[in-house]
């Protein structure tokens, strides 16, 4: 799926290693957050890093494991890379300016430039994919369901503070990136994968497995919340779960009924050229020198 492969997976693993480092740290020590996250948001910054561990860890399997003839490794890479983005992005974006805030702005740029480096280096011609209608349909109705929902939930949220001019202190960066990078994500392969477009049909499940890593970190938060003396909020966890659930589900549905096909002309280097190939064999037979007529040996006299 990806013609420059290698290059995607060292980008995968510089990252899933800094992701780990930087989870790592705040799971051993999260009063790393004491000043710089507000006291209410330590427990969802906790359950963030666990799911960055956890992600962090599948990416350097993935940047083991990913071969050219493997595009599900790919697309689940994609995904793992997606949720690093997201998650370091609210980091990068709401100044969590501790002693990892470097590392926290180099993971989300790896993980963004791994993300364009991918799409750069997506072959056009190999591999085609196809998936059944009936599943095709549901999938892309399960992802345009996210903008119908956070598009109007968001921009109620948003217009208040535009009317008054106030400027709120945290979890902006939620607007930012939702508006702006993932729910058009939905609304673009959803689209595209209802019209079984080839694009749509290889990268919705990567969508998936970041809205899942995403919305289980918060149902993650509220189950964690009794190590930081709060107590867990049944009106969040359940809505948690049960669209993380739905992420899972349609992912899994979705990668399980993938039907990835290598084209002949797909190889470990890219396309290679079958026809040309062909040319040089005949090439040298059609260099043979003609053989010329016999001579008769009678003298002319």
């Known amino acids: 799926m990806l013609t420059h492969l290698f290059l995607s997976r060292l980008l995968w693993a510089v990252a899933g290693l800094l992701a780990l480092a930087a989870a790592g740290t705040?799971?051993?020590?999260?009063?790393?957050y004491d000043r710089v996250v507000s006291s209410e948001l330590v427990p969802g910054a906790y359950s963030q890093d666990l799911l960055s561990v956890a992600a962090g860890t599948g990416l350097l399997y993935l940047a083991w494991a990913a071969r050219p003839d493997r595009p599900k490794h790919?697309?689940?890479?994609?995904?793992l890379l997606g949720y690093l983005f997201y998650a370091y992005g609210i980091y990068v974006i709401e100044r969590t300016y501790n002693g990892l805030y470097l590392v926290y702005m180099a993971v989300f740029t790896l993980s963004f430039w791994a993300m364009v480096t991918a799409g750069a280096t997506m072959g056009r011609d190999a591999p085609s994919a196809s998936l059944p209608r009936g599943l095709g349909i549901?999938?892309?109705?399960?992802?345009?369901?996210?903008?119908?929902?956070?598009?109007?939930?968001?921009i109620g949220m948003l217009l208040p503070l535009m009317r008054s001019g106030e400027q709120i202190d945290s979890l902006y960066s939620i607007f930012i990136l939702?508006?702006?990078?993932?729910?058009?994500?939905?609304l673009v392969l959803s689209l595209l994968t209802y019209r079984n477009h080839r694009a749509g049909l290889l990268l919705l499940p990567a969508l998936y497995v970041l809205g899942f890593t995403l919305i289980f970190s918060l149902a993650v938060g509220e189950?964690?919340?009794?190590l930081f003396s709060a107590e867990p909020s049944m009106s969040a966890l359940l809505p948690a779960l049960g669209l993380s659930g739905l992420f899972l589900v349609l992912g899994i549905l979705h990668l399980a009924k993938l039907q990835v096909t290598q084209t002949p002309a797909a190889g470990p280097g890219g396309p290679q050229p079958f026809r040309q190939q062909s040319t040089r064999q005949e090439f040298p037979q059609s260099r043979q020198p003609t053989p010329s007529p016999p001579q008769s040996k009678e003298k002319t006299p």
């Not at 992802?143 to 939930?153: D, G, H, T, V």
């Not at 939702?178 to 939905?186: E, H, K, N, R, S």
């Open 74 to 79: 790919q697309i689940v890479a994609l995904g």
């Open 178 to 186: 939702d508006l702006c990078f993932i729910m058009p994500g939905f």
């Open 223 to 226: 189950l964690v919340k009794p």
């Open 26 to 32: 705040g799971i051993w020590r999260p009063e790393i």
């Open 138 to 154: 549901v999938s892309a109705a399960g992802a345009i369901l996210q903008p119908l929902i956070f598009y109007p939930l968001w």
